[in-house]
């Protein structure tokens, strides 16, 4: 209970000091909003493992830390290079600790049919999309966003905009020495009717200190429209990454998630898709390379509200060292949906007897015309596959390598778009090639 008491306050405490110069302190919805906010996690405090969605993840490592807003922007003079991912053509827009750098930015040169700029400039007529997704029943650290958001990134999508250029949400997390920095990105994203557009993002850090990066995606996605959203996860070594994405789907639209889990202490990925309109489209699908004592969670809840709409998950991963994983996904299908379709996958290899997966999918099913599945499977490499390569003259840790890579690769294949997913292979197999090296180091 003293524990609990602490995080309130720890992560709570710098309100009352940052609140005036918070962007909108003269908007009444605002303000009551903030006060909402802090006040829900005041008295509830941080989420303990007796809250079911986070039975397996603990966020007591917050407490240590002290996080606060910064007052002054983080100076950085450019992007650390190769930590994004590597995307030609794309329009980038950069945050530096949550805040928009314009300078690092392509807003100038946004492609047509694209309307991008800062939360900050146009929070008075922003009430519409903010206020009714933040009634309070998204949790804790959701509630601390309400209070400390500060920027983020605004995108709408005209109607029937054919847009082949990406935009690409660039936010790096750059510590402060002497201070655990704290950022509350909010972003805002319309895709409007018959529109097609992707949206990538890259999480970054530039240094090794910690950082605690919480940021709230609110996604609308209408009728007719496509809206392809990946995402790299790839903070420094030290941070705490929680990422939370609410996402409305109309008739006949498409929504289609990835993301990538490479970097961070702690990271969560939680995605809430409401299926509003019939025909629609739900893809959530994702790959976490853990090592060392990462901790990645990867907790998804669809909900299917409309007949004849679709859901799909397909989510693996690989564990090294004392890494954790975690896999929640939950499907529900309400009463009215009818002839709906949901399947659901997660698979796991641990590549050490220390790592730790747990994995949790659900179906809730409150119809009777339906077409759903899930499944989930953790477990070592396959001995018959790798003793086959072993025969073909492959030394054992290439062996495990090409075995590793080709598990993994099984969930890029999920994305639609090529570019993205030769992107997404490419750090994937980084990743392997520099645990190869590591494991041949140690071994030396």
């Known amino acids: 209970m003293a524990q609990d008491q602490n995080l309130k306050f720890s992560l709570a405490g710098?309100?009352?000091?940052?609140?005036?110069?918070?962007?909108?302190?003269?908007?009444?919805?605002?303000?009551?909003?903030?006060?909402?906010?802090?006040?829900?996690?005041?008295?509830?405090?941080?989420?303990?493992?007796?809250?079911?969605?986070?039975?397996?993840?603990?966020?007591?490592?917050?407490?240590?830390?002290?996080?606060?807003?910064?007052?002054?922007?983080?100076?950085?003079?450019?992007?650390?290079?190769?930590?994004?991912?590597?995307?030609?053509?794309?329009?980038?827009?950069?945050?530096?600790?949550?805040?928009?750098?314009?300078?690092?930015?392509?807003?100038?040169?946004?492609?047509?049919?694209?309307?991008?700029?800062?939360?900050?400039?146009a929070l008075a007529d922003?009430?519409?999309?903010?206020?009714?997704?933040?009634?309070?029943?998204?949790?804790?650290?959701a509630a601390l966003n309400d209070a400390f958001m500060e920027d983020g990134l605004v995108l709408r999508v005209a109607a029937g905009a054919i847009v082949e250029t990406p935009i690409h949400l660039i936010s790096v997390g750059v510590p402060v020495e002497g201070q655990a920095v704290a950022f509350h990105p909010r972003n805002l994203v319309v895709a409007g009717k018959g529109s097609r557009a992707t949206l990538i993002e890259s999480h970054i850090g530039a240094g090794e200190g910690s950082y605690f990066s919480n940021s709230i995606t609110d996604i609308q996605v209408a009728r007719g429209a496509t809206l392809t959203h990946a995402k790299l996860q790839d903070e420094g070594p030290k941070a705490f990454h929680v990422a939370l994405v609410r996402?409305?789907?109309?008739?006949?639209?498409?929504?289609?998630?990835?993301?990538?889990?490479?970097?961070?202490?702690?990271?969560?990925?939680?995605?809430?898709?409401r299926i509003d309109g019939t025909g629609a489209e739900c893809r959530l699908n994702g790959a976490y390379l853990g090592a060392n004592r990462q901790h990645m969670d990867n907790t998804t809840v669809i909900e299917h509200k409309a007949p004849g709409s679709s859901s799909s998950e397909v989510f693996k991963g690989a564990l090294d060292g004392?890494?954790?994983?975690?896999?929640?996904?939950?499907?529900?299908?309400?009463?009215?949906?009818?002839?709906?379709?949901?399947?659901?996958?997660?698979?796991?290899?641990?590549?050490?007897?220390?790592?730790?997966?747990?994995?949790?999918?659900?179906?809730?099913?409150?119809?009777?015309?339906?077409k759903c599945s899930h499944g989930a499977t953790i477990g070592e490499l396959d001995d018959a596959a790798l003793f086959y390569l072993r025969s073909r003259g492959i030394d054992e840790a290439t062996a495990r390598d090409i075995l590793v890579s080709a598990f993994l690769n099984e969930a890029v294949e999920e994305l639609r778009d090529p570019t993205l997913a030769d992107a997404f292979r490419a750090r994937i197999e980084g990743w392997v090639d520099a645990r190869h090296k590591s494991e041949g180091e140690k071994a030396a």
């Open 14 to 121: 710098p309100f009352d000091e940052a609140a005036p110069r918070l962007p909108g302190a003269d908007l009444a919805w605002l303000d009551a909003l903030r006060s909402q906010g802090i006040e829900a996690f005041r008295a509830n405090g941080l989420p303990n493992r007796k809250v079911e969605a986070w039975r397996y993840t603990n966020v007591g490592g917050l407490e240590k830390q002290g996080f606060a807003p910064l007052a002054e922007s983080a100076a950085l003079a450019s992007l650390p290079e190769g930590a994004a991912l590597a995307i030609e053509g794309a329009c980038k827009i950069v945050f530096v600790n949550g805040r928009l750098r314009a300078d690092l930015s392509d807003l100038d040169h946004l492609p047509e049919g694209v309307h991008a700029h800062g939360l900050t400039e």
């Open 126 to 141: 922003l009430e519409e999309l903010i206020a009714p997704a933040s009634k309070g029943r998204d949790g804790a650290l």
């Open 247 to 273: 996402v409305r789907i109309g008739d006949e639209a498409v929504y289609d998630n990835f993301v990538l889990h490479r970097g961070a202490e702690l990271a969560r990925n939680e995605v809430h898709a």
């Open 322 to 370: 004392r890494a954790r994983g975690v896999f929640q996904g939950r499907i529900v299908v309400h009463r009215d949906a009818q002839q709906t379709e949901g399947n659901q996958l997660n698979k796991t290899l641990l590549l050490s007897r220390d790592a730790e997966m747990d994995t949790k999918p659900e179906l809730v099913i409150y119809a009777d015309d339906v």
